[in-house]
């Protein structure tokens, strides 16, 4: 080595240029990563940019300052689509050892115990924990889904598996092993038998040996409920021509939720409705909408064959809905001939543009396109992902733009506008989760998240202002609205789209809604990722959106955009 060494010290005291050379381009190389490293995702600014308030579409609405941004053609990036192909989904990673909490360990069962009740106050937002349970491997207490994990397993993702399902209860074993139930069927025992830390989380109690922990979760909406994979719908007036709306009917005298839904998967149908003693199996048609819920409490007759489950009454239908798939909306293709228009889905990066397409083309039966190209998407079903945005081939083209001259190339606009603090999170989660995963914990409390919203919160507002002054011929639909009033909302979009869908179509789709980009389960995040300072001036560009729709004699934003 020493002989080397000398060797290269000889060869450039006989050559000093080559030294010198050498220093000058490793210098060069340094600088130039460096310069690289600064610049990298830094956007430029657009002349609408620089001046943002000169869009203002309210006279003498001045927009708060915008910060710098790019919202040309420039916006190609797809993010770190990158996603963890795991078998129960992408889930949230738990805390990391650095964060998780700091408890003395006292020593002893009860001890952890003791531990286990500190974090479980942390998750009273979304459940309750109720006791240690008995858990027997040949009959088991929580009997729906289940899975293992022997390195990661916290809380709050067992929770979050048993809540994306739609159970009742999630319960932890062993400090590894999570399951799902609707009801639990065991005996309580001793806090003390609970005596496991959970394999991802030090300090948190994840049962014991034969012991779950077991927490009743807190469904944000009733419509999330589920037996098993049937979805709950809930209860409906029996319809007046039942032969017709639900032509597969079959006596059940020992009635069970799970007898009729597995009979009407088994004859294909996407919806099953129990009777008292009956089961009814069909389609949601225009003589069974699912669109007018009766109080529960009129359906509320127990099974026969479940005591904890309710089987409606010959008056009163309890729903739910298969896994089988409603294939009434799902053939698509390419327009017949070239669209002499072009109507763009404008939309804020986050606010739902992906699942607004989903819809479009499962209501009109026709791709619809994008003025950026997206491999993931197209591997996904949007076939008109690969063709030019001016292809004319396509029903509407997705677009993230917002200059005058990206806005003008549009002969009409639907413009999706969905709650600032939704989508700047939704779109964060994108670039650094992919579609349908979660930026990591390190992304929402390292620089990115602040620099993320510094950049993006001022130009959410840039995007309503510019589509507003500059759009021809714009509908404003506002994410909130489209998921809680879909067929209605839905109709308005592909009647601007020229195309004429019978309304069987539109309700084939309110069952076919989520597709393949929906961010189920429980709220990702333990903490509200918003500062003050962030809220006060997203706040502003609320109230800028909001005047700046009602000056057109629009509808103004949802109430629940502020106060935050």
Not at 486 to 507: H, I, N, T
């Amino acid at each position: 080595m020493a002989k080397l060494w000398f060797k290269f010290q000889r060869y450039f005291r006989r050559k000093p240029v080559r030294f010198f050379t050498f220093l000058v381009l490793y210098l060069t190389a340094g600088s130039l990563v460096f310069l690289h490293s600064g610049f990298v995702g830094q956007p430029a600014v657009s002349q609408n940019q620089a001046n943002p308030a000169a869009g203002a579409p309210v006279e003498g609405a001045e927009l708060p300052f915008l910060g710098d941004l790019n919202l040309g053609r420039a916006f190609r990036d797809t993010g770190e689509t990158s996603s963890i192909a795991r078998r129960y989904g992408p889930w949230f990673k738990g805390k990391d050892g650095n964060e998780r909490a700091k408890l003395v360990d006292y020593g002893g069962a009860w001890s952890r115990a003791l531990k286990g009740r500190v974090i479980r106050e942390k998750e009273e937002e979304r459940a309750k924990y109720i006791g240690c349970y008995l858990d027997d491997t040949q009959s088991r207490a929580l009997r729906g889904v289940s899975f293992f994990d022997y390195k990661k397993m916290t809380v709050f993702r067992c929770q979050d598996n048993c809540a994306e399902r739609g159970y009742l209860y999630a319960g932890l074993e062993f400090g590894a092993e999570c399951y799902c139930g609707h009801k639990i069927q065991a005996t309580n025992v001793s806090e003390a038998e609970c005596d496991m830390d959970c394999k991802g989380e030090r300090g948190s109690v994840c049962g014991g040996a034969n012991r779950l922990s077991v927490y009743r979760l807190q469904l944000a909406q009733e419509s999330a409920r589920r037996y098993g994979s049937a979805v709950f719908r809930g209860c409906f007036r029996r319809p007046d021509n039942l032969s017709l709306a639900l032509p597969v009917t079959a006596a059940m005298p020992n009635m069970s939720v799970d007898k009729c839904v597995d009979l009407c998967t088994e004859k294909e149908y996407p919806l099953a409705a129990l009777a008292g003693t009956a089961c009814h199996c069909g389609f949601p048609t225009t003589r069974f909408p699912l669109h007018e819920r009766e109080d529960e409490q009129l359906c509320a007759q127990k099974c026969s064959a479940e005591e904890f489950e309710s089987c409606g009454t010959p008056s009163y239908f309890i729903v739910y809905q298969t896994q089988v798939q409603d294939n009434r909306c799902m053939d698509r293709r390419f327009l017949p001939a070239k669209s002499k228009q072009l109507i763009a889905l404008a939309s804020f990066p986050g606010a739902g543009n992906t699942w607004a397409r989903h819809l479009i083309e499962l209501a009109t039966g026709f791709y619809t396109g994008s003025y950026y190209f997206d491999g993931s998407l197209y591997n996904k079903g949007f076939k008109g992902e690969r063709d030019h945005w001016r292809s004319g081939r396509t029903i509407c083209i997705k677009t993230h733009e917002s200059g005058q001259k990206e806005i003008e190339a549009f002969d009409a606009a639907i413009l999706l506008i969905r709650n600032p603090y939704k989508a700047l999170m939704a779109e964060f989660n994108r670039k650094y989760g992919g579609h349908i995963g979660f930026a990591a914990h390190a992304h929402w409390k390292g620089k990115e998240w602040p620099e993320f919203v510094r950049n993006y919160a001022p130009w959410w507002a840039t995007h309503t202002l510019d589509w507003l002054k500059f759009g021809k011929k714009v509908l404003v639909v506002h994410f909130e609205d489209l998921k809680q009033d879909l067929f209605v909302q839905l109709g308005r979009m592909v009647g601007l789209l020229g195309v004429a869908v019978r309304e069987d179509r539109l309700l084939c789709v309110e069952s076919q809604k989520d597709g393949n980009f929906k961010r189920s389960g429980l709220r990702k995040l333990e903490y509200d990722p918003y500062t003050a300072d962030m809220q006060k001036t997203i706040s502003a560009y609320i109230k800028t959106v909001d005047a700046a729709l009602k000056g057109r004699n629009l509808t103004g934003v949802p109430d629940d955009y502020y106060p935050r």
